[in-house]
């Protein structure tokens, strides 16, 4: 049987909620993942550290017994957050980086940042403390249409923000255009990117096509099939500003089917098989170690994972639901599976 052997990735960007949801959902990513972002966007948001440490706990407590997982902690940057959280979290050696939401661009994203110009002071102290800034990047305009939302995000500000902090740490998370890979890919070395399986894996039809189909609504939206090609071409290249991050972001079933159904999808259940089935379609399963488990560690200044991973070549047909959780692909067959 064909078999793929990968040092254990790390996963920087996820969502695992608190409560029950996050008890279904964490054995699945400390299973595959050695560590993960984990983002703050809980209700209430996740803004400072005292937060941030009791959430850490209420996430180790859902580590299954024997299972090695370590949650890299987020902060929420709000335009009432202070220089001395911000100092406090530079300090904390479970915080690895403040995650901007412009207000209303997603889920749980209303205490976000209504100006980001605003915030300025803010970020030239994470730019001194060398935290780094993990941003949403897309604009909330009601007359910007939403497949434009992350392009017009870089031009209107994050060109501005990488010239006014040249020496900031920045993640656009979950890029989806080709002009989020080219704005990356001729930055600095400062700026990287995370890309989730979703974005390898569909375009826009995925959705929209032969009835609606709310398991593939996230955000940002699925774009077009020439941004998923870019997506892929940025995955594969083993430039290291690309990175996995899976953006697994559970909601319950009847929230998703819904008239106004929200935004995420489940991946974390089979993370890796998704990125695998998507690099092999593109002829490069040799460039999946490197976006999985070294480039996310070495943005972030950690030292590598030495624990392997192994995939085997066989199909499985995934679960309709995981606790009231319905995953990504549910009841069809994936090609990978981890052992
Ligand atoms: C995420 C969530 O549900 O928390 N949803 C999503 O569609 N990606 C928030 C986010 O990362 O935008
Ligand atoms: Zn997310």
Redesign the pocket.
């Known amino acids: 049987m064909k078999t793929l052997t990968i040092t254990r990735p790390d996963d920087c960007h996820l969502?695992v909620r608190n409560g029950a949801i996050l008890k279904t959902v964490l054995p699945h990513t400390a299973r595959q993942f050695a560590r993960a972002i984990i983002?703050p966007?809980l209700k209430p948001p996740v803004t400072t550290v005292a937060q941030a440490l009791a959430y850490r706990n209420e996430i180790l407590q859902a580590i299954p017994e024997g299972v090695n997982f370590t949650p890299l902690m987020t902060l929420y940057l709000t335009a009432a957050t202070t220089l001395e959280e911000i100092k406090r979290a530079a300090e904390c050696e479970h915080v690895y980086a403040f995650k901007l939401y412009p207000a209303g661009a997603?889920?749980?994203s209303d205490a976000g940042v209504a100006d980001v110009t605003k915030i300025y002071p803010l970020l030239a102290a994470l730019e001194k403390y060398d935290l780094p800034l993990l941003i949403?990047g897309e604009v909330t305009d009601e007359d910007c249409d939403i497949f434009d939302r992350e392009r017009v995000f870089i031009e209107r500000y994050l060109i501005d923000i990488v010239k006014n902090f040249p020496a900031l740490r920045i993640v656009l998370e979950?890029a989806t255009t080709k002009e989020a890979v080219e704005f990356v890919t001729s930055a600095s070395n400062k700026i990287a990117a995370t890309i989730t399986p979703q974005h390898l894996l569909f375009n826009r039809n995925a959705i929209l096509a032969g009835g609606i189909k709310p398991h593939y609504y996230?955000?940002p939206i699925l774009k077009r099939e020439t941004h998923r090609q870019a997506l892929i071409n940025a995955a594969i290249s083993g430039n290291p500003k690309f990175f996995l991050g899976t953006?697994s972001?559970p909601?319950l079933t009847h929230l998703k089917e819904n008239a106004c159904g929200?935004?995420?999808c489940y991946s974390a259940f089979a993370a890796l098989e998704l990125y695998a089935q998507a690099f092999e379609q593109a002829n490069s399963l040799d460039k999946l170690e490197g976006f999985a488990s070294f480039y996310g560690a070495d943005f972030y200044g950690l030292p590598r994972n030495v624990e392997k991973v192994t995939l085997e070549k066989t199909d499985w047909t995934v679960p309709a639901s995981y606790d009231k959780i319905t995953p990504l692909k549910s009841t069809e067959i994936l090609y990978w599976k981890m052992v």
């Open positions: 969502h983002m966007n997603t889920t749980n949403h979950h996230c955000l953006d972001a909601h929200c935004a995420g």
